[in-house]
């Protein structure tokens, strides 16, 4: 295209209007808290709100629980909860709990209930990441850790840990590994199947369990159908063998 229309095109063309930025007003932060617990009106609640509260004060003072109750009823539970030492940050009416990763908030809250008789008010969740690990050369994701902190209504606060008494018991295991080896290179005859000296015995050897009384009659008649039936295999099979070599 030519040079002198393009300028007649952009001399026809009408400028744009001038606009005057202005600066909108910035809203200042609230320096009152939205929910003050000391000047708040229950007539200011729902009704479903309030029926939720008085629930839960009638609930906890006639001792019974603050929540609807599993209806699944389990006899032995298999999931491993461990409790752990709480954080810098948590107070005395906090614990925190590891548990599997299939496990919720409500499993857990009727879990301490039936159990413990320990009433867990809120609940909440974090799953720590996996981290990388390395083994035999290979490296590999460890697996990922859940873990629940509630809160509770009386505090606990986490016993103080007893280094003296660690140390000691610390010092009489490293002597009781150093004397059972050799309390057990020792033995000959009957000893070797009395209880050792060191780790109180515990390590072994154990005695033997007592074996169930048959007697002589009824174990010759059992030996007698065992082999009965065997043979009885045997000659199936051979049966079998004679039928395909005959249908050839």
């Known amino acids: 295209m030519p040079r002198q229309s393009v300028r007649k095109i952009l001399q026809g063309l009408v400028p744009p209007k001038a606009v005057s930025m202005t600066t909108k007003e910035v809203k200042q932060p609230p320096t009152k808290r939205i929910y003050d617990a000391e000047n708040c009106d229950p007539q200011n609640y729902s009704k479903y709100s309030q029926k939720l509260l008085q629930t839960f004060k009638t609930a906890i003072s006639s001792g019974e629980p603050h929540f609807k109750v599993g209806g699944k009823e389990v006899y032995f539970p298999w999931a491993p909860i461990t409790l752990l030492k709480p954080s810098a940050r948590m107070t005395p009416y906090q614990a925190q709990f590891q548990v599997p990763r299939t496990f919720n908030k409500l499993d857990l809250r009727d879990y301490l209930w039936h159990l413990y008789g320990l009433r867990a008010i809120n609940i909440t969740t974090q ?86 009384f048959i007697s002589k009659k009824l174990k010759q008649q059992m030996t007698n159908s065992v082999k009965k039936a065997k043979a009885l295999q045997e000659h199936q099979k051979k049966l079998e063998l004679i039928k395909q070599y005959v249908s050839f």
Do not use: C
Not at 197 to 204: C, H, L, S, V, Y
């Open 127 to 212: 799953i720590k990441w996996s981290k990388w690990a390395r083994s035999s050369g290979t490296r590999f994701r460890t697996p990922q850790k859940k873990k629940m902190i509630i809160d509770m209504e009386q505090p606990f606060v986490w016993p103080v840990e007893d280094k003296a008494a660690l140390r000691s018991h610390n010092v009489d295991y490293l002597n009781a590994s150093s004397e059972y080896p050799t309390e057990m290179r020792e033995r000959f005859g009957s000893d070797l199947k009395k209880p050792a000296k060191a780790f109180e015995g515990i390590m072994g050897p154990y005695p033997e369990p007592p074996q169930q």
